[in-house]
């Protein structure tokens, strides 16, 4: 293992998981789907846009050539070297954009600064996210847009598991118990809350959002033969299995353990769920060698945006 990261993560996994490198992120998302939405969400009219926690800014430049010919992007990350990596991308894509390090739950920002805040599976990290969303509805200009891609991880646990080979009862029933108490004790630890996406929209009304509108991610990640597609994602449960640690709960051991006892999970349970993590990403790693994994790879992964009231202001 390599050097830590605040997360808990192991420093050179955190960086895989965020797209530090390359362009993985930007498979994410469709873009015949984002042209779609641009479209549905009027953003010709966007001149300054925020992209909130933007990491090394795959979000917030996949929409900028929707955005008004004269807009910039401010992006905020915690991670001055992701903001470095940010700026270099933007640059190669023409892109005018500014990046800075900030806290989304307490921005920088006068009130009524811009058209736009977005945000990319951010939410679902911080302790307090209604108060991230409230700091967004400050920073918008009335009339102004939110718009958020947030997860349900715990329905993507339970997919995963009825693709092939199908998980036995057993296996099932034990990956989500660790599933669930370690999704609830991410969130008793203030480290955010996987199945965010379920709560937002709620979270945007009561803030004084109006107009809550909610969408699926179009886009699919099918695990089938040859495993182009997929090759990422299975690269990284390799990774997890050959460090000691596993595609769930919180990646390691470690992690993992303090999360399910701080989200109630009984201390005597931890072991044999974990082991049954580790032989379950075994046993689909070895279908893929012998060609047998397949799945759909449907997730749920929610787009949600509504507006800050008022009549838009004129740029």
């Not at 969400?41 to 795959?58: K, Y």
């Not at 892109?95 to 736009?116: E, G, H, K, S, W």
């Not at 640690?245 to 201390?267: C, D, I, Q, V």
């Amino acid at each position: 293992m390599g050097d830590e990261h605040r997360s808990g993560l192991d420093l050179a996994d955190y960086k895989r998981l965020t797209g530090f490198e390359g362009d993985w992120r930007d498979t994410w998302w469709d873009e015949d789907f984002l042209g779609l939405m641009a479209g549905v969400l009027a953003l010709g009219w966007v001149r300054q846009a925020l992209d909130l926690g933007c990491g090394v800014g795959h979000w917030g430049q996949r929409w900028a050539p929707y955005l008004h010919e004269s807009a910039e992007l401010t992006g905020v990350d915690a991670e001055a070297a992701w903001l470095e990596k940010a700026s270099q991308r933007a640059a190669r894509r023409g892109i005018r954009a500014r990046y800075q390090v900030a806290d989304v739950m307490a921005l920088p920002f006068d009130d009524a600064t811009f058209d736009l805040v977005t945000c990319q599976t951010v939410l679902m990290h911080v302790a307090d996210p209604g108060r991230a969303v409230a700091e967004a509805l400050r920073v918008l200009r009335p009339g102004g847009l939110f718009l958020a891609a947030e997860p349900n991880n715990l329905a993507d646990t339970a997919a995963d598991l009825v693709r092939r080979p199908v998980a036995p009862w057993p296996v099932m029933r034990d990956l989500l118990e660790l599933e669930y108490h370690c999704a609830l004790g991410k969130r008793a630890l203030g480290q955010g809350w996987p199945c965010v996406g379920e709560d937002l929209p709620e979270l945007l009304r009561q803030a004084g959002f109006q107009g809550v509108q909610v969408r699926n991610n179009s886009q699919c990640a099918p695990i089938t033969p040859p495993y182009d597609r997929a090759a990422q994602e299975l690269d990284m449960r390799r990774e997890a299995l050959a460090g000691g640690g596993a595609p769930h709960g919180g990646g390691t051991r470690e992690n993992s353990l303090a999360m399910f006892l701080a989200g109630g999970g009984a201390a005597e349970r931890f072991e044999a769920l974990w082991q049954v993590a580790r032989q379950r990403t075994q046993t689909v790693l070895e279908a893929v060698e012998s060609g047998t994994a397949a799945g759909a790879g449907g997730h749920l992964h929610y787009l949600i945006w509504s507006r800050k009231p008022g009549a838009r202001l004129s740029s």
